[in-house]
């Protein structure tokens, strides 16, 4: 099983332009969420998806939209980038009733 | 709102010394806490976790206990590796409605120096 998989792993985009950042699950997990994680703030939700077909906001959801095409995936789209979305994005993913979440791998995101 | 507080870092020690990380929580209800680890360049994975008051969490040589009287959940080893360096997060999940959102702490740094 590869876990949760991200692409792609870096991007530099200049302010105004777009991008999808992709999310991937093997585990059949039901629940699939977006963090950004920010020196010395920790991790933070964007957006998170309870089920397939439903997705909901988070704490910091502004300039982000989401999709959850399906069970396995879960995308978070930058419609025009701002530098104060330079950051690491992680995507994770748990199964109901079960505690841990498991994180892919990071995408590390500068916005110039 | 929820929130979680950690010890500010970085944090260096010497191979076989003992650590503690301090963890303070702000929730309403009954919270679960968790210890995540986040290795150079990897993402988080779960250390380990307590669901209830007075639970004791264990992994690896690390512990934590649910303290509700202090609202506390303090990491601790009682001899850190070389291989144990990186970055710790404390984090809460305070269910209910917002089960499975996670409240992340800001994370501490550890060092361990041969």
């Known amino acids: 099983n590869a876990g949760v998989t991200q692409t792609p792993k870096f991007q530099v985009l200049k302010t105004g332009q777009s991008m999808t ?3 991937a699950q093997d585990m059949n997990h039901n629940s699939m969420y977006w963090y950004r994680q920010d020196p010395g703030m920790g991790l933070r939700l964007i957006y998170y998806s309870a089920s397939e077909g439903t ?3 988070g704490e910091v959801p ?6 959850r095409l399906n069970k396995r995936e879960f995308s978070l789209r930058l419609e025009s980038a701002a530098p104060s979305q330079t950051s690491v994005y992680f995507c994770a993913s748990t199964s109901r ?3 841990e979440q498991y994180f892919g791998p990071g995408t590390r995101l500068t916005v110039t | 709102g929820d929130s979680v507080t950690q ?4 944090v260096t020690l010497s191979e076989e010394a003992f650590l503690t990380i301090n963890c303070t929580y702000t929730a309403t209800g009954y919270p679960s806490l968790f210890w995540y680890v ?3 360049g990897e993402g988080l994975q779960l250390l380990l976790k307590a669901t209830k008051a007075d639970d004791k969490g264990s992994n690896k040589g690390f512990e934590a206990t649910y303290r509700k009287e202090t609202t506390s959940f303090h990491l601790e080893k009682g ?11 404390c984090a809460l999940d305070a269910g209910g409605t917002s089960y499975g959102k996670l409240t992340f702490g800001q994370g501490t740094i550890l060092t361990v120096h041969p």
């Open chain 1, 21 to 23: 950042l992709q999310c």
């Open chain 1, 55 to 57: 997705t909901d906001k």
């Open chain 1, 62 to 67: 502004n300039g982000y939209n989401v999709s």
């Open chain 1, 97 to 99: 009733g079960n505690y």
């Open chain 2, 7 to 10: 010890m500010e870092g970085p």
């Open chain 2, 38 to 40: 986040q290795y150079p």
């Open chain 2, 79 to 89: 001899s850190v590796q070389v291989s144990d360096s990186a970055v710790y997060f």
